[in-house]
């Protein structure tokens, strides 16, 4: 039966292919029965049939010829994702050989470009989807969307790790390929051109396009450079960018190698194998992604987060913060930044702060002789995300710090005594840390591994996202809601 969808605001509907197979014919009943009761793709079949797909079928145009049924295509599409097939060239090829996509599909086989297409389809729509997958979860009692573990996990971009410019060579390439530009413009045929450049005028026309986005991206990570404190900061040349793929962070890999990197955070529910919330972001670190995750968690569920599971890396005073004022208990595991500590102090291990005792009362510190130090002014941190630490200094009168017989462990500044430094969050800190320390704490915390662990190794392993075939942040980020779609679907659909 030919399907028809009347598109908003015309009077005409748009007008789909029949599938090559009808539930009536005896050859898809034949397929129905060689398909196992409790095979995944009667999942997903189902799954689809969930959801609301009339802005799909609407963004079809009634011209043309006759597109094929996009909740089949969809079907297929899920199906797929579950065997860790994510290329729509393998989605084309398995159509004509899978008798398990032949039915779910109905016969349908589209050619590769109709497959690469509907991937550009569909990718608006995939956040709206997740939202109603999980929307009818929490209706149906398989959720209550307000205990999640987080975690990050870096995936490579699909970009080349030995094509890496600085500003100098990215400006020298530009004007190699604007002078060939011209040529083209003047229908001239240039001579030999670089191994780096594209052989035809459309493809070098792409090319400019994509390194004047390479440049406008690299002035910012100059700019962002330049923002650093001088021990972090790195020499001019030394700021490189992907032209592949521009958007994508610099850094190591799981495997220590320097490439181009996506970092995907999962937020994974405690009490069901759902993903409460997905997002990507172009960076290499978990640092200042708390705070976008649940929002986007909030949205896509229409729940606010009340027991977040962490680790140490968004164990933060500002996340501490930020966590109080939305109401989420945030557990994970309170961490000095080592690295920092041992810059500052060669590399000598001083005794901690937390042998260190605030007096509340008098505003101080009492070092662990009994001194009392006195406050000599505060500084101000810039932190990841942008946002602002104030910390405040007490120092050791130096006199002291000299006669003290811990003075070797205590302080490489004979000049100025000891240093301790107070973040403007430290009350949280040390509730939070009280907190952890509890028993009911710890064994809460154990279900972190149990959950959003697992959820990256299954997409990693077992769904192929290993590396992006796409490049680009928005591009990235529908590869990820696709995965994620899949997914749920897998828990959510009914049996």
Not at 184 to 205: F, I, S, Y
Not at 323 to 338: I, Q, S
Not at 393 to 421: D, N
Not at 436 to 455: D, F, H, I, N, S
Request: hydrophobic share 35%; proline share 6%; net charge positive.
């Amino acid at each position: 039966m030919v399907g028809r969808r009347r598109r908003p605001g015309k009077q005409s509907c748009v007008r789909f292919a029949d599938p090559p197979l009808s539930k009536e014919d005896p050859e898809w009943k034949e397929l129905d029965e060689q398909v196992p009761a409790n095979h995944l793709a009667r999942t997903m079949v189902r799954g689809v049939e969930r959801l609301d797909l009339s802005p799909l079928w609407e963004s079809y145009k009634a011209s043309g010829s006759l597109p094929h049924r996009p909740d089949l295509m969809l079907a297929v599409v899920l199906i797929e994702l579950q065997q860790g097939h994510r290329s729509p060239s393998q989605w084309c090829r398995h159509c004509r050989e899978n008798l398990v996509l032949r039915w779910a599909g109905q016969g349908i086989r589209p050619s590769r470009s109709v497959w690469y297409e509907f991937r550009q389809r569909i990718a608006p729509l995939l956040d709206v989807w997740n939202q109603q997958v999980l929307h009818l979860a929490c209706v149906g009692g398989q959720t209550t969307a307000q205990r999640a573990a987080v975690d990050g996990t870096s995936v490579e971009a699909n970009a080349s790790r030995h094509r890496l410019v600085n500003q100098e060579r990215l400006e020298k390439r530009q004007e190699e390929l604007a002078a060939v530009r011209r040529a083209d413009a003047e229908n001239q045929t240039p001579g030999q051109v670089p191994a780096w450049m594209a052989k035809t005028p459309l493809t070098r026309q792409t090319q400019e396009a994509r390194y004047a986005r390479a440049a406008e991206h690299l002035t910012w990570l100059l700019a962002a450079n330049q923002q650093r404190s001088p021990h972090e900061r790195r020499p001019a040349d030394k700021v490189v960018v992907s032209v592949s793929d521009p958007e994508a962070a610099l850094g190591l890999d799981k495997g220590k190698v320097f490439r181009p990197l996506y970092n995907i955070q999962l937020l994974r529910d405690l009490d069901s194998p759902l993903i409460l919330g997905y997002e990507a972001f172009a960076k290499t670190t978990d640092a200042a992604t708390l705070g976008p995750m649940l929002e986007r968690t909030a949205w896509l569920t229409g729940v606010r987060l009340r027991v977040v599971l962490g680790d140490a890396g968004y164990v933060t005073g500002g996340e501490l913060a930020a966590c109080r004022a939305a109401a989420v208990t945030l557990f994970g595991p309170w961490k000095e930044n080592e690295f920092k500590e041992a810059y500052r102090t060669k590399g000598v291990k001083l005794i901690p702060k937390d042998e260190f005792q605030w007096l509340p009362q008098e505003q101080t510190y009492r070092c662990p002789q009994g001194h009392k130090l006195h406050y000599v002014g505060q500084e101000q941190r810039r932190r990841s995300g942008q946002w602002i630490e104030t910390l405040y200094r007490y120092r050791c009168a130096p006199q002291l710090c000299r006669a003290c017989p811990l003075v070797t462990r205590c302080t490489t500044s004979l000049a100025h005594g000891r240093m301790v430094r107070r973040s403007q969050y430290e009350e949280l800190i040390d509730q939070h840390r009280a907190h952890m320390a509890t028993a009911a704490a710890k064994e809460l915390y154990k279900l972190r591994r149990q959950t959003v662990e697992l959820g990256f190794a299954d997409l990693k392993e077992h769904r192929g996202l290993r590396r992006f075939s796409r490049r680009g942040l928005t591009a990235v980020r529908s590869e990820l809601a696709l995965a994620a779609l899949a997914h749920n679907l897998r828990y959510c659909a009914p049996p």
